[in-house]
């Protein structure tokens, strides 16, 4: 091979090692972006959408003037499960739960973890349609004991929920409220689940609030 032929052949071989070691580069940076955009918007412990993308998603569908619904679920005798068997089985109990919602049908749009020991769906459709999916999330939690090394745990949960009809506007804070107040009702009451209705008298709140 030529001086000039091997230099081309160097010059090239260099400018591709260049290119893939660039392209390298790039594509770990979108990797890390990826993860860390994925981290921003779900929960480290359950995998769910956190709050910030649960709240992202419901502003969209009610700007879409979508009929829409939240439904609030709370575990009764998750801090006696994280006072007497450590927080290490409160993680593995959470972690379960949220399997369970994340693997709910349609209507329900998405399902996350507020915070602690509180989750949330967004379901899209009627009335009927947010009641449904409240007491289907509400069998599915209460259907089978949770198993950990230190024995069985039986899981329970309040349920609350809300509609907004599609001809009238709201904010998200206004229908978490509404669906808060549901299940704090259902919590009190042990009814297990309970719809937000707008003429009935509106439920104080004394409920201490848990935080994993």
Do not use: C
Not at 30 to 55: M, V
């Amino acid at each position: 091979m030529s001086p000039i032929l091997q230099g081309i052949v160097t010059t090239v071989g260099g400018i591709l090692a260049g290119l893939a070691l660039a392209g390298a580069l790039l594509w770990r940076q979108q990797q890390a972006l990826d993860a860390a955009r994925y981290q921003a918007s779900h929960d480290e412990i359950t995998g769910l959408p956190n709050r910030r993308l649960f709240l992202t998603r419901l502003r969209a569908a009610l700007a879409d003037r979508a009929a829409v619904g939240v439904v609030l679920l709370d575990l009764d005798g998750f801090k006696t499960v994280n006072d007497t068997l450590g927080h290490d089985a409160g993680n593995l109990l959470l972690a379960h739960v949220g399997r369970l919602l994340a693997a709910l049908d349609a209507p329900v749009e998405i399902a996350a973890r507020l915070s602690g020991d509180e989750f949330a769906l967004l379901v899209r459709g009627d009335q009927e349609d947010v009641a449904g999916a409240a007491r289907t999330a509400w069998h599915a939690i209460g259907a089978a004991p949770f198993r950990l090394n230190s024995g069985e745990v039986r899981v329970s949960g309040s349920v609350g929920y809300t509609h907004n009809p599609a001809y009238l506007s709201a904010n998200p804070r206004q229908l978490l409220a509404e669906a808060d107040t549901a299940m704090y009702h259902a919590k009190r009451s042990g009814t297990g689940v309970y719809g937000h209705h707008p003429l009935a008298t509106p439920v104080g709140r004394s409920r201490d609030r848990h935080h994993h």
